[in-house]
């Protein structure tokens, strides 16, 4: 059973830092992107960030030079660095897994990230 561990979300001010963290464990299949969406109240599901295996990373424009996503591939954990917060980056945080040669894909819980004074 495939098992995504996510933590480190909170409440932080408006230009803190925040680093999520998740691990995954049990799938038995090889991992091939790991990522991070993020859903505010009303809106839709939105990417992040994403890292493939070979350490191709994608970003949501508006995150770019703020957030850095990186991956430990023989621990299958991955890391957000979320640096100068602001407060429409306000969401729940969802850690993502995709396999190689598989159709589905796993979601961790959710984390809640607040940006506010």
């Known amino acids: 059973q495939v098992r995504l561990v996510e933590s480190g979300g909170g409440l932080v001010q408006p230009g803190g830092s925040l680093r999520l963290s998740c691990a995954a464990s049990g799938s038995g299949f090889t991992i091939n992107v790991m990522g991070w969406y993020r859903q505010a109240p009303g809106n839709q599901r939105e990417l992040v960030a994403t890292i493939t295996s070979s350490s191709t990373t994608n970003y949501k424009d508006s995150v770019k030079g703020r957030f850095t996503i990186s991956r430990d591939n023989a621990k299958n954990t991955v890391n957000l660095q979320m640096n100068s917060l602001k407060p429409e980056d306000t969401a729940v945080y969802y850690c993502?897994?995709?396999?190689?040669?598989?159709?589905?894909?796993?979601w961790g819980q959710g984390t809640q990230v607040t940006v506010s004074s």
């Open positions: 993502n897994v995709k396999y190689y040669g598989r159709p589905f894909e796993s």
